[in-house]
């Protein structure tokens, strides 16, 4: 019975070493990737990728400027040098980082320079941002193809990227939010608001009249 009882403690303490093991095995862990996208409203950005099979969220903030920890009123008002982004993260094993790519193309009018649909100014304006030379052609082919496709110019930048502030708690998952808002339209939940917002905007039907069917969230709205 004693040797029973000194081996119990020395299985189970095996067996914990093994599952730690298993669990730290880079060979098992499941791994992610992240892609950093400006395309607008980040709300918008968000709320479209967020539906896409394999990205597993998707986070509004601010990147591309120099000011540290930028506010929401700051980025938008100029100045600051930063864009609203996004930051996809995602499983590479369900999606790619070149689909994601095609996607973000499709989801925007790639040809404006000015800002995206109703919203104006340097922090709505459109670009994709990149961590490496292999991210960069990636990312510089896709948009070529998109291009191609559209048969339009497009001026949506490939740029370093640099550090992403998270946005402030409310512009998280925005478009689902359930807070109540005071609008235009009078009182309304964050959800409902943004519904209104983005049909007001314009975004939908200007990315259908761009990209027709090949607009993978247009039709969503």
């Not at 990205?55 to 980025?75: I, R």
């Not at 110019?153 to 359930?178: C, M, N, R, S, W």
Request: aromatic share 10%; net charge negative; glycine share 10%.
């Amino acid at each position: 019975m004693r040797v029973l009882e000194t081996l119990k403690p020395l299985a189970l303490m095996g067996l914990i070493a093994i599952g730690t093991a298993a669990q730290t095995n880079p060979l098992q862990a499941q791994s992610t990737e992240v892609l950093t996208v400006a395309g607008g409203c980040f709300w918008c950005v968000e709320s479209d990728f967020e539906s896409v099979p394999g990205v597993v969220e998707a986070v509004s903030g601010y990147t591309g400027g120099k000011t540290e920890n930028p506010t929401y009123k700051e980025v938008t008002r100029g100045g600051s040098g930063h864009y609203e982004a996004v930051q996809i993260t995602f499983d590479p094993a369900e999606v790619s980082r070149e689909r994601l790519l095609e996607l973000f193309f499709r989801s925007v009018d790639p040809t404006d320079a000015g800002g995206q649909f109703c919203d104006r100014g340097d922090s709505y304006r459109t670009a994709v941002f990149v961590s490496n030379p292999a991210e960069k052609s990636l990312a510089s082919q896709v948009k070529a193809d998109a291009q191609a496709a559209l048969g339009q110019k497009i001026v949506t930048p490939v740029l370093q990227a640099g550090t992403f502030y998270e946005a402030e708690d409310y512009h998280q998952d925005y478009y689902k939010g359930e807070s109540l808002v005071f609008t235009r339209f009078g009182p309304k939940r964050q959800a409902a608001a943004y519904k209104r917002y983005r049909q007001a905007c314009g975004r939908d039907a200007r990315v259908a009249q761009l990209w027709g069917d090949a607009a993978p969230f247009a039709k969503g709205h």
